[in-house]
């Protein structure tokens, strides 16, 4: 079966659009999960993402929601958006990125529009997710040092956004 990297940052509301989609991929390709972070992705190549410039904000919000409505994606913004993905990028890895976790942490941010940033919803999404220990996992430097390199070999390849599906050498 052939097999593609998928980038991806909970920042994005559309690589929750996409994530949302890949089991039907999944059926004939087999897909990696690969958090990154997309400030880093923007800062390598000296732009600012969409909700950094204020017309782009207004209509880059009005698109998702207007696209989630057509793919039937239930879709609810969390509270402050953008806002800091690290914890949830680092959990992702603490999980090893297995599919079903990193879908949950989408859910929990773009379907039910949490975040995670209040002490009370992160002991419910780490215990949901069997994480009890994730505060100490995710500040270990191991974890860290996984998302530097996903994201450092995502701009070596070629990403300049998320959510990117890099298939051989092509990006989608």
């Not at 390709?29 to 993402?49: E, I, Q, S």
């Not at 999404?125 to 430097?141: H, Q, V, Y």
């Amino acid at each position: 079966m052939p097999s593609a990297d998928w980038y991806f940052d909970f920042v994005s509301p559309f690589s929750y659009l996409q994530c949302e989609q890949l089991p039907a991929l999944e059926r004939s390709l087999r897909v990696r999960y690969r958090p990154v972070l997309f400030a880093g992705l923007l800062k390598a190549h000296d732009t600012l993402g969409p909700a950094e410039i204020p017309a782009k904000r207004r209509f880059t919000y009005r698109f998702v929601v207007w696209r989630a409505r057509q793919l039937g994606i239930p879709l609810k913004f969390p509270a402050g958006h953008p806002f800091n993905p690290l914890p949830l990028l680092r959990l992702a890895i603490a999980a090893d990125c297995e599919p079903e976790t990193v879908r949950r942490i989408f859910r929990f941010i773009w379907r039910d529009g949490r975040l995670g940033d209040l002490p009370i919803e992160w002991a419910e999404l780490t215990a949901e997710l069997g994480f009890p220990d994730a505060a100490e996992r995710i500040a270990s430097a191991e974890i860290k040092d996984a998302l530097r390199r996903n994201t450092d070999e995502a701009i070596a390849r070629g990403v300049f956004g998320v959510p990117t599906l890099l298939i051989g050498d092509e990006l989608f």
